[in-house]
């Protein structure tokens, strides 16, 4: 019996339970590389290079520069098996379908020799009814993974030029022909693996009468006192007459009723409730992010056939993207509030998707959530998260800015691609669009920018009409396909085409939001971080590398050297290393071996990014957002990353936390004043203690200020200016000028202004005392030294836990106390923890 794609539901339900039972496949299957005979174990979620990796088939893709060993993986096709048992029992339901909410790409499936589907898009799920094909007791299930560089060599050979997709490393540029990850492709921070394999759930579901296919919530008006809410939810077979649909809800009892089947028009019903004194959902940082759960449960005679649950955070958000008298506005408002977007990039968290679990999600946004981030953006060249991501984000108070999956080049617009990209739209809007986190669906990354900038025509020998064909063919997608989708199934979210809508290369900061790489691609010095202040910067950054201990375990002894192959095949961008050494030059006295370099790096990345976070945060409201490139990391690298692959917090995670905090101060100087400017995210004011301190190195205090300021909501204001001559003579590269705001005895920010570059400080060595203590499950340092230490860096190599603070500027005198969690450690590791501890500060990197 075949199956045909019109046979396909892409629409999972991923809650659907049945009283007859799901027969989940994941676990145990076997493969091989077609063509052979010998049969390998393999593992479902998964894929062809995990499996390969657990077969010892070949070496770990990340050790070393064994990735460019490996590129003939991708030019075959895979086969993968499986052996299940189906009963009577679930055999005798009216319907069974098998679930595969992700194929990794070009598959054909078959159960017992019958042909099932093929597919072609790894971003949609498949629902295919496959009852008649199966068969009480043994069955077997086969999928067959083709080629991606086949399948799609023959569409660019037809083509007759190759499309811009500059990061796709590989001469012919396939990617553009395939509805599969762009990263996996190459791009300038990640390797090239081009997978195959089931990287989500697979399972059967069985079902008799009918099933939730959908339910979609919307918020019809919110007010302090009242909250209007509506569900209208879609079944697929038939409801029988005596049946009905349960809905209820723990949060409120305002949430409960039962609709009777007669009720349904079409399998589909309309309910709305009103909910009293609602509670809203607040990003992080601005209050609860509150979720009432509510529950759906389809009852037959007694019994439970099928149930579903969705959570609701009840907000308004909008995007206010409009002209004003300052230019073309770019800001978000949640709950009629007008809120900094303080963020980053999310890229996939691994090369091999099926080992991003929920672990690895959790740690990833609790690490955004302890740096006060409430934003971040899920980047199109990547993948659309699983479910598990996107409940976090809700019940974390993250915001999404999802964008499809399209970037950095143009696309075909051929019919058979239309329909490929509209039902991936169609089943990812609908997956997602319940979710309170998120924020606005964006279309692509940088394609406009690129149309107008990136000298494509010259660069790919394009005549004049093959790109105006191009360029329609983009309109296409992004101008009528993805915006008429959004508009029907998702109506209340902002769509926009592309990000950036205004470009950095035309000094067009007044125009809405930007990706400004003037400062990394454009080698322009780091304060033009502090002059290039957009109304919203979604993109901008700078490398750094892994620690010494995250990078010893990818590298031997001898590849430690930047220039060794080893690292050169970690180092994705072709002038990084060289970048990261000149900005260094400038700044930097030269680091004193190899770890050093790596440390230095990793202060210089937080300490150019500093001046953009507090650039854009004291600019607010002409500036509403400052999205950095990037969180994390998809393998160890070196990268713009403020987490490095194996969960290691950066300097620039540390300097996020502190730049990202609800108040903070920022000083800024010209070499005759420091200008100090208060920023409360707040939406109530702050009354505070303003204290101004300038010391030398050795903790005498040469001079004093102080005064009580009102902070009002959702403000950044000027709190002091202070002339230099006013100090007398002070020796500029032994001073540190210290600013303190303090609201009853809690410090709400503390922050540092040096009045020279970090290589003429006269720092002076001493050693740090370090006192530890085990509290519950936490590890408390207290760091002391009689001289001003910078960057000072705490590491336990016992553990991939990161400190509460770290690479911080303790002051002559000063006690600083920092911690690290225990949870989960036996006696012996925590002990190990304890007696471990190393730290450095900068002095230690510099020679001589």
Same mark, same amino acid.
């Given at each position: 019996m075949t199956f045909n794609q019109d046979d396909i539901n892409t629409m999972v339900n991923k809650a659907s339970i049945q009283h007859t039972g799901n027969l989940l496949l994941n676990g145990a299957w076997e493969f091989r590389q077609a063509g052979t005979e010998r049969w390998f174990p393999a593992t479902v979620p998964g894929c062809n290079f995990t499996d390969l990796m657990a077969a010892g088939l070949i070496d770990d893709p990340f050790y070393r520069d064994n990735e460019s060993k490996l590129q003939w993986i991708e030019k075959e096709n895979w086969e993968y098996r499986k052996i299940f048992v189906v009963d009577e029992e679930m055999l005798s339901a009216q319907y069974i379908d098998l679930v595969a909410d992700g194929l990794d790409t070009f598959c054909d499936i078959s159960i017992n020799g019958h042909p099932v589907v093929s597919t072609e898009n790894m971003f949609v799920g498949y629902r295919i009814a496959c009852k008649d094909v199966l068969v009480a007791g043994d069955n077997l299930i086969e999928v067959v993974f083709r080629s991606p560089i086949c399948e799609t060599m023959p569409r660019y050979e037809r083509a007759g030029y190759a499309y811009p997709a500059e990061n796709d490393k590989s001469e012919e540029k396939l990617s553009v022909y395939c509805r599969k990850a762009p990263c996996h492709f190459g791009w300038d921070w990640g390797p090239r693996f081009v997978t195959s394999g089931i990287w989500r759930d697979i399972q059967l579901c069985a079902?008799?009468?009918?099933?939730?296919?959908?339910?979609?919530?919307?918020?019809?008006?919110?007010? %302090?006192?009242?909250?209007?809410?509506?569900?209208?939810?879609?079944?697929?077979?038939?409801?029988?007459?005596?049946?009905?649909?349960?809905?209820?809800?723990?949060?409120?009892?305002?949430?409960?009723?039962?609709?009777?089947?007669t009720a349904f028009v079409d399998n589909q019903v309309c309910v709305t409730f009103t909910i009293d004194n609602p509670r809203r959902w607040w990003p992080n940082g601005l209050g609860e992010a509150f979720l009432y759960y509510v529950d759906f449960a389809l009852i037959c005679d007694g019994l439970e056939i099928d149930k579903w649950q969705t959570p609701v955070g009840l907000r308004t958000i909008e995007v206010i993207n409009q002209p004003d008298d300052l230019g073309v506005s770019f800001f978000v408002k949640v709950n009629g509030h007008s809120v900094f977007m303080k963020g980053a990039n999310y890229i996939p968290a691994d090369s091999f998707l099926n080992r991003v679990d929920a672990e690895r999600h959790n740690a990833l946004m609790d690490a955004a959530v302890s740096a006060n981030m409430n934003m971040l953006r899920v980047w199109g060249g990547g993948i659309y998260q699983d479910d598990t991501f996107y409940r976090m984000a809700d019940e974390k108070g993250l915001l999404i800015w999802q964008d499809f999956m399209f970037a950095c080049t143009l696309y075909p617009g051929d019919e058979g691609f239309i329909a490929n990209v509209k039902a991936e739209a169609e089943y990812n809007i609908k997956r997602l669009r319940n979710h309170p986190c998120i924020a606005l669906w964006c279309g692509n990354n940088e394609v406009d920018m690129a149309i107008k900038h990136w000298e494509w025509p010259e660069k790919f020998g394009y005549s004049e009409a093959v790109y105006e064909g191009l360029k329609q063919d983009y309109k296409a997608l992004f101008d009528t396909l993805l915006p008429s989708v959004v508009a029907e199934l998702d109506s209340n979210r902002f769509y926009m085409r592309s990000s950036p809508i205004g470009f950095w290369e035309e000094d067009a900061d007044h125009i809405a939001n930007h990706h400004f790489w003037g400062v990394w691609h454009g080698e322009q010095p780091f304060s033009e971080y502090q002059k290039r202040i957009p109304r919203f910067m979604s993109e901008y950054g700078f490398q750094s590398f892994p620690m010494a201990r995250s990078l010893n375990r990818f590298t031997e002894e001898a590849d430690r050297d930047l220039q060794s192959d080893v690292l050169r095949v970690h180092q994705k961008h072709p002038r990084g290393n060289q970048l990261i050494h000149s900005y260094m030059d400038a700044e930097f006295r030269p680091p004193k071996d190899f770890s050093q370099l790596l440390y230095l790096s990793q202060v210089q990345q937080a300490e150019g990014l500093k001046l953009a976070f507090e650039a854009h945060r004291a600019a607010m409201p002409f500036c509403m957002g400052s999205?950095?490139?990037?969180?994390? %990391?998809?393998?160890?690298?070196?990268?713009?990353?403020?987490? %490095?692959?194996?969960?290691?917090?950066?300097?620039l995670h540390y300097q996020a936390k502190r730049s990202f905090a609800e108040q903070v101060l920022v000083l800024t100087g010209d070499g005759n004043t420091v200008k100090v400017q208060a920023v409360n995210d707040a939406l109530v004011p702050v009354q505070a203690a303003l204290e101004l301190s300038l010391q030398d190195f050795n903790g005498n205090v040469r001079w004093t200020y102080t005064r009580e300021v009102i902070l009002?909501?959702?403000?950044?204001?000027?709190?002091?200016?202070? %002339?230099?001559?006013?100090?007398?003579?002070?020796?500029?590269?032994?001073?540190?000028?210290?600013?303190?705001?303090?609201?009853?005895?809690?410090?709400?920010?503390?922050?540092?202004?040096?009045?020279?570059?970090?290589?003429?400080?006269?720092?002076?060595?001493?050693?740090?005392?370090?006192?530890?203590?085990?509290?519950?499950?936490?590890?408390?340092?207290?760091?002391?030294?009689?001289?001003?230490?910078?960057?000072?860096?705490?590491?336990?190599?016992?553990?991939?836990?990161?400190?509460?603070d770290n690479f911080f500027d303790l002051l002559a005198g000063e006690q600083k106390v920092i911690s690290l969690p225990l949870t989960g450690m036996t006696q012996d590791e925590r002990e190990q923890c304890q007696q471990g501890i190393v730290c450095q500060s900068l002095i230690d990197s510099f020679t001589g």
């Amino acid at each position: 019996m075949t199956f045909n794609q019109d046979d396909i539901n892409t629409m999972v339900n991923k809650a659907s339970i049945q009283h007859t039972g799901n027969l989940l496949l994941n676990g145990a299957w076997e493969f091989r590389q077609a063509g052979t005979e010998r049969w390998f174990p393999a593992t479902v979620p998964g894929c062809n290079f995990t499996d390969l990796m657990a077969a010892g088939l070949i070496d770990d893709p990340f050790y070393r520069d064994n990735e460019s060993k490996l590129q003939w993986i991708e030019k075959e096709n895979w086969e993968y098996r499986k052996i299940f048992v189906v009963d009577e029992e679930m055999l005798s339901a009216q319907y069974i379908d098998l679930v595969a909410d992700g194929l990794d790409t070009f598959c054909d499936i078959s159960i017992n020799g019958h042909p099932v589907v093929s597919t072609e898009n790894m971003f949609v799920g498949y629902r295919i009814a496959c009852k008649d094909v199966l068969v009480a007791g043994d069955n077997l299930i086969e999928v067959v993974f083709r080629s991606p560089i086949c399948e799609t060599m023959p569409r660019y050979e037809r083509a007759g030029y190759a499309y811009p997709a500059e990061n796709d490393k590989s001469e012919e540029k396939l990617s553009v022909y395939c509805r599969k990850a762009p990263c996996h492709f190459g791009w300038d921070w990640g390797p090239r693996f081009v997978t195959s394999g089931i990287w989500r759930d697979i399972q059967l579901c069985a079902y008799s009468h009918a099933r939730i296919e959908d339910v979609h919530y919307q918020l019809l008006s919110l007010s %302090d006192e009242k909250a209007e809410v509506q569900f209208v939810i879609a079944l697929e077979g038939a409801l029988p007459a005596k049946s009905s649909l349960s809905i209820w809800c723990e949060q409120s009892e305002q949430i409960a009723t039962t609709v009777e089947a007669t009720a349904f028009v079409d399998n589909q019903v309309c309910v709305t409730f009103t909910i009293d004194n609602p509670r809203r959902w607040w990003p992080n940082g601005l209050g609860e992010a509150f979720l009432y759960y509510v529950d759906f449960a389809l009852i037959c005679d007694g019994l439970e056939i099928d149930k579903w649950q969705t959570p609701v955070g009840l907000r308004t958000i909008e995007v206010i993207n409009q002209p004003d008298d300052l230019g073309v506005s770019f800001f978000v408002k949640v709950n009629g509030h007008s809120v900094f977007m303080k963020g980053a990039n999310y890229i996939p968290a691994d090369s091999f998707l099926n080992r991003v679990d929920a672990e690895r999600h959790n740690a990833l946004m609790d690490a955004a959530v302890s740096a006060n981030m409430n934003m971040l953006r899920v980047w199109g060249g990547g993948i659309y998260q699983d479910d598990t991501f996107y409940r976090m984000a809700d019940e974390k108070g993250l915001l999404i800015w999802q964008d499809f999956m399209f970037a950095c080049t143009l696309y075909p617009g051929d019919e058979g691609f239309i329909a490929n990209v509209k039902a991936e739209a169609e089943y990812n809007i609908k997956r997602l669009r319940n979710h309170p986190c998120i924020a606005l669906w964006c279309g692509n990354n940088e394609v406009d920018m690129a149309i107008k900038h990136w000298e494509w025509p010259e660069k790919f020998g394009y005549s004049e009409a093959v790109y105006e064909g191009l360029k329609q063919d983009y309109k296409a997608l992004f101008d009528t396909l993805l915006p008429s989708v959004v508009a029907e199934l998702d109506s209340n979210r902002f769509y926009m085409r592309s990000s950036p809508i205004g470009f950095w290369e035309e000094d067009a900061d007044h125009i809405a939001n930007h990706h400004f790489w003037g400062v990394w691609h454009g080698e322009q010095p780091f304060s033009e971080y502090q002059k290039r202040i957009p109304r919203f910067m979604s993109e901008y950054g700078f490398q750094s590398f892994p620690m010494a201990r995250s990078l010893n375990r990818f590298t031997e002894e001898a590849d430690r050297d930047l220039q060794s192959d080893v690292l050169r095949v970690h180092q994705k961008h072709p002038r990084g290393n060289q970048l990261i050494h000149s900005y260094m030059d400038a700044e930097f006295r030269p680091p004193k071996d190899f770890s050093q370099l790596l440390y230095l790096s990793q202060v210089q990345q937080a300490e150019g990014l500093k001046l953009a976070f507090e650039a854009h945060r004291a600019a607010m409201p002409f500036c509403m957002g400052s999205l950095y490139w990037q969180l994390n %990391d998809t393998w160890p690298a070196a990268s713009w990353s403020g987490i %490095d692959y194996y969960g290691k917090w950066k300097a620039l995670h540390y300097q996020a936390k502190r730049s990202f905090a609800e108040q903070v101060l920022v000083l800024t100087g010209d070499g005759n004043t420091v200008k100090v400017q208060a920023v409360n995210d707040a939406l109530v004011p702050v009354q505070a203690a303003l204290e101004l301190s300038l010391q030398d190195f050795n903790g005498n205090v040469r001079w004093t200020y102080t005064r009580e300021v009102i902070l009002q909501p959702a403000s950044s204001v000027l709190l002091h200016t202070q %002339d230099l001559a006013e100090l007398g003579d002070i020796q500029t590269d032994e001073c540190v000028l210290v600013a303190s705001l303090t609201e009853n005895t809690n410090r709400l920010s503390i922050t540092y202004f040096y009045f020279e570059p970090h290589k003429v400080l006269r720092l002076a060595k001493s050693e740090i005392s370090l006192s530890t203590t085990i509290a519950g499950d936490e590890l408390q340092v207290v760091l002391q030294a009689p001289v001003l230490h910078r960057h000072v860096f705490v590491d336990v190599p016992h553990t991939v836990a990161n400190f509460s603070d770290n690479f911080f500027d303790l002051l002559a005198g000063e006690q600083k106390v920092i911690s690290l969690p225990l949870t989960g450690m036996t006696q012996d590791e925590r002990e190990q923890c304890q007696q471990g501890i190393v730290c450095q500060s900068l002095i230690d990197s510099f020679t001589g």
